[in-house]
């Protein structure tokens, strides 16, 4: 196995750091690892907000769901999917540019979250640990209002990096589905509750795969945070699709 393959399957998220800073030569090589991402059109479509401020990085450990590891984190990277600039752009060369639509929304949303995940895969090669905060999508109007997001500025992901703990080096990496549910050929394989049970039935322990399935649904789908991101991301989206700019 090269070693680029064995990192990938070794990566895992870590919640925990050593009180250590990151070498400024290090977050810049991430940096340019995130730059050097692929991107539709080579447009660039993101923008990374580098959270130096440390009162800011504690309010967000706040509205991202109270995790006070976020404030704990040598790094904290927001990576905005930004169409924003390049509807700037148009106008001011007079190119009489559509309004942005949900196509120009979601691929600007691949663009930062590709750039996002070169980020962690190069901060792992450091030996730096990582992890997403999809809570950065909720809360809308506090964010914007923090982090001074215009209209066409999404905050696709939150990723914190920091050197983990021993304990979180030695955590088992969770296991992940075979591919045999994963990959479909072709086309799209509706599964029947059979299947289903054979996929899933790893993260069940020792709970009947009934009362596994009514818990982790209670505890992600229906959950407030997923209400609200729905929420959220609803009011980000309608800025592409309301037809005017502000």
Request: aromatic share 10%; proline share 4%.
């Amino acid at each position: 196995m090269n070693e680029v393959i064995r990192q990938l399957h070794e990566r895992k998220s870590v919640r925990a750091f050593e009180n250590r800073p990151i070498d400024p030569a290090i977050k810049r090589e991430i940096l340019l690892a995130a730059c050097a991402a692929p991107t539709a059109g080579n447009q660039q479509m993101y923008t990374i907000l580098d959270i130096t401020d440390k009162d800011l990085q504690k309010q967000l450990s706040v509205t991202c769901d109270n995790q006070p590891f976020i404030a704990d984190a040598a790094l904290v990277l927001i990576f905005c999917a930004d169409f924003k600039k390049w509807f700037d752009l148009y106008e001011l060369e007079n190119c009489k540019p559509r309004l942005p639509d949900a196509g120009d929304f979601v691929l600007s949303v691949q663009d930062a979250v590709i750039a996002a995940q070169n980020a962690v895969t190069a901060a792992h090669s450091f030996g730096l640990g990582s992890c997403y905060i999809g809570d950065i999508m909720e809360n809308c109007e506090q964010h914007r209002a923090m982090l001074n997001l215009p209209q066409y500025v999404f905050p696709a992901a939150m990723v914190v990096f920091g050197y983990p703990t021993k304990q979180q080096q030695d955590r088992e990496k969770p296991a992940r589905c075979e591919l045999s549910h994963i990959v479909h050929e072709n086309t799209y394989r509706t599964m029947e509750r059979d299947e289903l049970h054979d996929m899933f039935d790893y993260k069940k322990g020792v709970l009947s795969f009934e009362e596994w399935c009514r818990r982790f649904c209670d505890r992600k789908h229906n959950s407030d945070f997923s209400y609200e991101m729905s929420r959220s991301v609803r009011v980000y989206l309608d800025d592409f699709l309301n037809g005017e700019k502000s």
